[in-house]
């Protein structure tokens, strides 16, 4: 059974950096695509990062030049560092893994940006 176990959330203020882990278990970890998501309040679920087997990376235009995507496929763990923090970044963070037609989910880790 594939689990994925965020971490890496907390407060920071405008203008920190925050790093999330994404840790996952029981799938072919290399072969699979793996992206970050993210919701506020009241809002619905929007991409955040997303990288493939290869290493191709690609971003939501609100988060270009300030966030970067990696994995390590030898720890099973996908990274999103998030630098120049805005409080509109403030939601929880969600990582998911694509597994052919089947995408699994972490549980979440919140990350709240002051002003």
């Known amino acids: 059974q594939v689990q994925l176990v965020e971490s890496g959330g907390g407060l920071v203020q405008a203008g920190g950096s925050l790093r999330l882990s994404c840790a996952a278990s029981g799938s072919i970890f290399s072969i699979n695509a793996m992206g970050w998501y993210r919701q506020a309040p009241g809002k619905q679920r929007e991409l955040v990062a997303r990288?493939?087997?290869?290493?191709?990376?690609n971003y939501a235009n609100s988060v270009k030049d300030r966030f970067t995507i990696s994995r390590d496929n030898a720890k099973n763990t996908v990274y999103l560092q998030m630098n120049s923090l805005k409080p509109e970044d403030t939601a929880v963070y969600y990582c998911?893994?694509?597994?052919?037609?089947?995408?699994?989910w972490g549980q979440g880790t919140q990350v709240t940006v002051s002003s």
């Open positions: 990288i493939t087997s290869g290493g191709f990376a």
């Open positions: 998911n893994e694509e597994e052919g037609l089947r995408i699994y």
